[in-house]
């Protein structure tokens, strides 16, 4: 968790944004929380499940735009010399949101996002310390 705003889209779109963490250092437990502007809202991700070289579940509390819970999940797969990360979300939309993202295709966005944190992802985790 200490390491996400190296990598995480919404990092360059909130660089004062406020984080705090909480638990452990990694693993089951470890909380990440934010609040920052309107494109990246507040809310808290907790790690609910750790497989490691296989899965990492998180629990995603969302306090703003909209108050929402949801899950989020990276699954791991060795591919050749490196690894293949997937990334996926899932979880119920208040009205108001549902209505935001069949005008603005949210799940298009959301997904473009993800793909750019991939991205990221791979630059440091390919990186020289």
Do not use: Y
């Not at 779109?13 to 638990?23: Q, Y």
């Amino acid at each position: 968790m200490h390491k996400w705003q190296e990598w995480s889209p919404w990092a360059k779109l909130d660089p004062n944004a406020k984080t705090t963490f909480e638990g452990p250092q990694s693993g089951v437990g470890s909380a990440f929380a934010w609040a920052g502007n309107s494109q990246v809202g507040e809310g808290k991700m907790t790690i609910i499940e750790s497989q490691p070289n296989e899965s990492v579940k998180f629990k995603l509390d969302f306090a703003a735009p909209f108050e929402s819970t949801s899950q989020a999940e990276f699954q791991l797969k060795p591919e050749g010399s490196g690894t293949n990360v997937t990334w996926s979300m899932t979880g119920e939309r208040p009205f108001l949101a549902r209505a935001i993202c069949i005008v603005f295709n949210g799940d298009k966005m959301v997904g473009e996002t993800f793909e750019k944190g991939l991205a990221n992802l791979g630059s440091v985790a390919t990186a020289t310390p």
